[in-house]
């Protein structure tokens, strides 16, 4: 069965640091393409960033240099930190693999979604 189960959301006050990891289980990690998203209330869910099977990373415009994205291969894991935290980052963040099926394209998988609540 497939699995990404998330952890360390929660609240931050403004300017602090937060790390998000999401471990897999029944796939391919290592062939896999991470990401991670994020809703804020009453919008859509976005791209933060992500990472491919080669470690290739791209990062939404709104947080490009206050987020690193990394994975590691020998634990199934890949996480999320943040830094310099805005209270316009509130928001679930939810952690997604991605995986090359022939003749269907990417399959895609989600993590259950992690509150993270940016306040003084």
């Known amino acids: 069965q497939v699995q990404l189960v998330q952890s360390g959301g929660g609240l931050v006050q403004p300017g602090g640091s937060l790390r998000l990891s999401c471990v897999t289980s029944?796939?391919?990690?290592?062939?896999?393409?991470m990401g991670w998203h994020r809703r804020a209330p009453g919008e859509q869910r976005d791209l933060v960033a992500d990472?491919?099977?080669?470690?290739?990373?791209k990062y939404a415009e709104a947080v490009k240099g206050r987020v690193t994205i990394s994975r590691d291969n020998a634990k199934n894991t890949v996480y999320l930190e943040i830094h310099s935290l805005k209270p316009e980052d509130t928001a679930v963040y939810y952690c997604?693999?991605?995986?090359?099926?022939?003749?269907?394209?990417?399959?895609?998988?989600w993590g259950q979604g992690t509150q993270v609540t940016v306040s003084s």
């Open positions: 029944g796939i391919s990690f290592s062939d896999a393409t």
């Open positions: 997604v693999a991605d995986i090359w099926k022939s003749g269907l394209g990417f399959e895609t998988y």
């Open positions: 990472i491919t099977s080669g470690g290739v990373t």
